[in-house]
């Protein structure tokens, strides 16, 4: 999901979205929970996630083999990156 869905989704305004992922700001409860139902989570899912943080990844410099494997990684895991925090 993109930064700017994921904010207009979770209520918030992209200023106060920006300054939260500087640390400059912290979310409410309601925005929590508003993010953690976005994907499927619960509030203590969010909290406590210790899985792999999904990178970015960008084909645009990649060759055509190089993107044709991305894209086949995306498929056999069913389940692309969606955001980043």
Not at 51 to 75: A, C, Y
């Amino acid at each position: 999901m993109l930064k700017k869905k994921l904010h207009y989704r979770a209520g918030l305004h992209p200023a106060n979205y920006n300054k939260t992922e500087k640390g400059e700001r912290e979310l409410s409860i309601k925005a929590v929970d508003k993010i953690a139902k976005l994907f499927g989570m619960t509030i203590d899912q969010i909290e406590n996630y210790e899985g792999d943080i999904p990178t970015e990844v960008s084909i645009e410099n990649k060759n055509i083999n190089e993107r044709l494997l991305l894209i086949e990684q995306l498929e056999e895991e069913k389940n692309p990156p969606q955001f980043l925090l």
